[in-house]
């Protein structure tokens, strides 16, 4: 048994969208238009989408070599701490010993001293005293 129902619509259809054709022809030939000239949107929007997804491919294949290079560099080194003393015997000095003999010395030496305190001694009083004499300079 056929379905007679889908024939009938298949027809109309098509007899519906050969009268549109007509008209817009018609349409077109009074207004002096060339319907060849009309750019086809939906191929243009198509063309946008496939551009558009072929560039973020190539971005997200750029970002994944990116990420490779960067796993397969190694770590760079940290700065070397300072090993120079800028007092001579300064493990053996007191804390107040320490303390008296900041005034005496260079911006630069007290910041090497204050690196090399926190980096051995660590004496939380010793630290103020030369970041207060830093702050103050």
Request: zero cysteines; a negative charge.
């Amino acid at each position: 048994m056929r379905n007679t129902r889908d024939t009938v619509a298949t027809a109309l259809s098509r007899d519906q969208l050969a009268e549109l054709q007509r008209l817009l022809t018609s349409f077109a030939g009074e207004s002096g238009m060339d319907l060849g000239e009309v750019p086809d949107r939906a191929a243009e929007a198509e063309a946008r989408a496939v551009a558009a997804e072929q560039a973020a491919r190539e971005a997200a294949d750029r970002a994944e070599r990116a990420e490779e290079l960067a796993r397969s560099r190694p770590a760079p080194a940290p700065p070397p701490r300072p090993t120079r003393r800028p007092v001579e015997h300064y493990d053996d000095l007191a804390q107040e010993e320490v303390i008296a003999l900041l005034g005496s010395l260079d911006d630069p030496d007290l910041e090497t001293l204050v690196e090399y305190e926190r980096d051995h001694a660590k004496r939380p009083r010793v630290i103020s005293a030369i970041e207060s004499v830093l702050a103050r300079r």
